[in-house]
C-alpha cells in the first residue's frame, strides 16, 4: 500500500528556516520522480521543486535559490529544505509520487510564515 506522510511544518519567523519531511512506504522512493506542492490559502496548489530518479533537481522560480529537495534512500524518505523564508511561503505543503497506475498524494503539512 503506497503512502505518503508529510511533517516538520510549523510556524516560522521571516528569514527562518524549516525542513520537511515526507516519508514513503509501498514503493522505492529512487525509482520515481517526487515532486512538493504547496497550497497557500485562497490559491490553486503550485508545483514546487522535483527531484527526478537520475538526481537531477527542478526548482520554481519563486524558490529557486532558497529551497532544496532531496531523498534519502536509506529512509525511503523526500526532504525539503526551505531557507529564508518569506510571508509567500505560507502554505500547506504536499509531496506527491507519481508512480506507473497512479498519482498519490501525502496529507500536507501546514508552513506559517509570520512575526
Known amino acids: 500500500q503506497v503512502q505518503l506522510v508529510e511533517s516538520g511544518g510549523g510556524l516560522v519567523q521571516p528569514g527562518g528556516s524549516l525542513r520537511l519531511s515526507c516519508a514513503a512506504s509501498?514503493?522505492?522512493?529512487?525509482?520515481?520522480?517526487m515532486r512538493w506542492y504547496r497550497q497557500a490559502p485562497g490559491k490553486e496548489r503550485e508545483w514546487v521543486a522535483s527531484?527526478?530518479?537520475?538526481?537531477?533537481?527542478h526548482y520554481a522560480d519563486s524558490v529557486k535559490g532558497r529551497f532544496i529537495i532531496s531523498g534519502d534512500s536509506a529512509k525511503n524518505t523526500l526532504y525539503l529544505r526551505m531557507e529564508n523564508l518569506n510571508s509567500e511561503d505560507t502554505a500547506v505543503y504536499y509531496c506527491?509520487?507519481?508512480?506507473?497506475?497512479?498519482?498519490?498524494w501525502g496529507q500536507g503539512t501546514q508552513v506559517t510564515v509570520s512575526s
Open positions: 527531484l527526478i530518479s537520475n538526481g537531477k533537481t
Open positions: 509501498g514503493f522505492i522512493l529512487d525509482d520515481y520522480t
Open positions: 506527491n509520487a507519481m508512480l506507473t497506475l497512479a498519482t498519490y
